[in-house]
């Protein structure tokens, strides 16, 4: 199973992008989609989830901002990000745990900066 990440870049504070996380597998049919985040010096924390029946569930610090979605057919899922802010700077991570299994994305490097 590969997890291919894109989307990050270089926005000022209030702007908006969009993650994409697609997969090689089906995977996103048989487990939740995740994406986690790690900025400089810290721990890496979840951001948000979607189950297989596409119930979203944010972190505190994204929730009214963030928007995770799912795409079934084209294996993807999403991270729509808006009202951006400095402290969201960090790499974002998309992730799959079907039976406690881990399967990562390569991370792509998001920046909010003015």
């Known amino acids: 199973v590969q997890l291919q990440a894109s989307g990050g870049g270089l926005v000022q504070p209030g702007g908006s992008l969009r993650l994409s996380c697609a997969a090689s597998?089906?995977?996103?049919?048989?487990?939740?989609g995740n994406w986690y985040r790690q900025a400089p010096g810290k721990q890496r924390e979840l951001v948000a989830s979607?189950?297989?029946?596409?119930?979203?569930n944010y972190a505190d610090s994204v929730e009214g901002r963030f928007t995770i979605s799912r795409d079934n057919a084209k294996n993807t899922i999403y991270l729509q990000m808006d009202s951006l802010k400095p402290e969201d700077t960090a790499v974002y991570y998309c992730n799959a745990n079907p039976m406690g299994t881990n399967y990562w994305g390569q991370g792509t490097l998001v920046t909010v900066s003015s």
């Open positions: 597998t089906r995977i996103f049919s048989i487990s939740a």
């Open positions: 979607i189950t297989r029946g596409g119930s979203p």
